[in-house]
Each structure stands twice: as structure tokens, then as C-alpha cells.
């Protein structure tokens, strides 16, 4: 599950390879700038704690692992931005193209870093939850208004 946990990164870089549209490009942009300040101001007024010890011996993986737990520390729980960022990513990119297939490649590969994070002991379902309904929000107050959806 670490590769689906890494690969938000690849999900992003697909938003620089497939949005165009520079009025996307900023709707999405601003989405992002906007759920780092909103999530931001939670992490700060209610800090959280994992309930769980984060794996720390994985054979095979203890390099990956260290690495995480160095870059990802386990306090900035709730809303998981990991979550958000894919949301989000999934839906520009599914707002913006046609391809149905890829579309639901896309929701299935939303579903597995949905899964990750919980797997690799860095966030709790509620976390997941905040993380989509943040995502959600910001697509219905911001995006939306910045990128109306076509009648």
C-alpha cells in the first residue's frame, strides 16, 4: 500500500500533463492554496494524535518507511490532505476529460490512497471523512464558481 500512499505525487503530475485551461489550471490552484490554509488552521487549533503506533519495521520497505517518517510526521491528522489533494486532483482531471475509463482508473486509484493512507498507519477513517468533505466543500464554493459547471 506504500506505492498507492507515494503515488499522489504521480496523480498531481498528471494535472500538469492533462489541465490546459489556464482558467483550470488557476481554479485548481486556488483550491489547493485554499485546503493547505483551511487544514493549516485546524492541525494548529485542534492538533491530532494517532491512536495507533505507525509501522516502523517492514521488510523490504524499512528505507521507504524511514523515509516517511521523517518527510510525514503524525500530527497533522485531520482533514488528511492526502485525501483532499487526491479528491481534488481526481475531480479536475475527471471535470476536464471524457474518457470514461480512465475516469473510473482514476476513482479506483482515488479508492486505494484512500485505503493507503489508513494502511501504512498514517491516518484514521475520520481523517479520510474530513479530508473528502473538505475537498468537497472547496469544489462547491470555489472551483465551481471559478469554473461553472457546462448546462
Not at 2 to 18: D, G, K, R, T
Not at 31 to 59: D, Q, S, Y
Request: aromatic letters at 14%.
Amino acid at each position: 500500500m506504500i506505492y498507492f500512499y507515494i503515488s499522489l505525487a504521480i496523480l498531481l503530475f498528471l494535472n500538469v500533463i492533462l489541465l490546459k485551461d489556464p482558467k483550470v489550471i488557476k481554479a485548481f490552484s486556488v483550491c489547493l492554496i485554499l485546503t493547505v490554509l483551511i487544514a493549516g488552521v485546524i492541525f494548529i487549533l485542534f492538533p491530532g494524535k494517532l491512536g495507533f503506533t505507525r509501522v516502523t519495521e517492514v521488510t523490504d520497505y524499512q528505507w521507504i518507511f524511514s523515509l516517511l517518517h521523517t518527510v510525514d510526521q503524525p500530527f497533522n491528522l485531520y482533514p488528511s490532505l492526502h485525501i483532499t489533494y487526491s479528491s481534488l486532483t481526481v475531480f479536475a482531471i475527471i471535470d476536464q476529460t471524457k474518457n470514461k475509463l480512465f475516469h473510473l482508473i482514476l476513482i479506483l486509484w482515488l479508492i486505494m490512497i484512500g485505503f493507503s493512507v489508513v494502511l501504512v498507519h498514517q491516518h484514521h477513517l475520520f481523517d479520510i471523512l474530513t479530508g473528502i468533505i473538505l475537498a468537497g466543500l472547496v469544489i462547491k464554493f470555489v472551483y465551481r464558481r471559478l469554473i461553472p459547471k457546462e448546462a
